[in-house]
Nanobody, 115 residues
Framework: QVQLVESGGGLVQPGGSLRLSCAAS????????MGWYRQTPGKQRELVAA???????NYVDSAKGRFTISRDNATNTVYLQMNSLKPEDTAVYYC?????????WGQGTQVTVSS
């Protein structure tokens, strides 16, 4: 069974940067699309960025030009580089992998953008 472990969240000032990491167990990582989602209280979880096994990526409009998703299939790790952070980026960020058996989620990591 695939397990995902996120790291890299924290408190940052507006305009700052953070890099989230998600390490996946198992050998199937390289075959599936990975994504980063975020959720704030009272709102639905939303897709922030996703990257396919071949490297193609897509982003929510609010993240375009500021966030970059990447993956390292050799280490089963997906990253989310977040620059020019804004208070509205504050959320719990979740790593996701879409397998044949369904979605697998990490435990989430808190990102807080505040002065």
């Amino acid at each position: 069974q695939v397990q995902l472990v996120e790291s890299g969240g924290g408190l940052v000032q507006p305009g700052g940067s953070l890099r989230l990491s998600c390490a996946a167990s198992g050998s199937i990582f390289r075959f599936f699309t990975m994504g980063w989602y975020r959720q704030t209280p009272g709102k639905q979880r939303e897709l922030v960025a996703a990257i396919a096994s071949g490297g193609n990526s897509n982003y929510v409009d609010s993240a375009k030009g500021r966030f970059t998703i990447s993956r390292d299939n050799a280490t089963n790790t997906v990253y989310l580089q977040m620059n020019s952070l804004k208070p509205e980026d504050t959320a719990v960020y979740y790593c996701n992998i879409k397998t044949i058996s369904g979605d697998v989620w990490g435990q989430g990591t808190q990102v807080t953008v505040s002065s």
